[in-house]
Structure formats: C-alpha cells, structure tokens
C-alpha cells in the first residue's frame, strides 16, 4: 500500500470517527406555519391568525409527518439538521474515498468482510 492510499484511510477514519458526534442529527425539513383555533370569536378568524408555530415535515412508513417543535427547542433542532447535513457530506466524502481505493484495486484490502457474506471482485 502506498502511502497516497494510506492518507485515503486516515482520512475515511477521521470522517467516520466525526459520524459519532453528530448525536442530534434530524432527517426532516423545517418549516414554520400560522393557524387559527378553535374559538370562533378569536381575532385569527379575522386574519390575524396564530404564529408562526415550527414544525418538522418528517417521513414515517410512506406518509409524511408534521411534528411541533416546542420553542425551547427551536436552536436544538436547527442543530439537529444541521448535522443531517453533515451526515450527507461526510457519507460523500467516504463514497469519493472508497471509490478511489477501488480503482486502484485497495477497496477489498481495506475494509473487513462480513461474516458470512461473500466477497464480490
């Protein structure tokens, strides 16, 4: 192995290791949105409705949920998709890695096979 390649590994280490500190990670879209209630005398039945109120838009066995983001947790969340963000880079990044390790034919020689699984050359 040369040592070009040996920097391919420290570097995929690295950004795997950077993988564990993204423990707040949320794979949603924010959005922000104004409603009105219940009460029919309330000034939001007039136009002046309730909000903005946040919320998550997120994925569940094929259907789409909104979820309400408490304002307390408002900057935690951002945080959250932030790493989301993140994450996606990161798995980039190790995918342009793996790719080079592979033309160079060092992909097999540097990960560890499954056990029970077949080596596909």
Not at 57 to 62: A, D, G, H, L, P
Not at 72 to 81: E, N
Not at 87 to 104: F, G, H, S
């Amino acid at each position: 192995m040369n040592l070009s390649e040996r920097k391919l590994l420290q570097k995929r280490q690295r950004l795997l290791a950077q993988i564990t500190e993204l423990n707040l990670l949320l794979n949603a879209s924010y959005l922000e949105r104004f409603s009105t209630c219940v009460r029919p005398q309330c000034e939001c039945h007039k136009g002046k409705k309730h909000g903005p109120r946040a919320y998550l838009s997120v994925y569940r066995e094929k259907r789409q949920r909104q979820v309400y983001v408490p304002q307390p947790q408002h900057d935690t969340v951002q945080l959250g998709l932030r790493q989301y963000q993140q994450l996606q880079e990161i798995v980039k990044a190790i995918t342009d890695i793996n790719l080079q390790l592979m033309r160079a034919g060092r992909l097999s020689e540097t990960g560890e096979q499954q056990k029970g699984g077949k080596r596909h050359e």
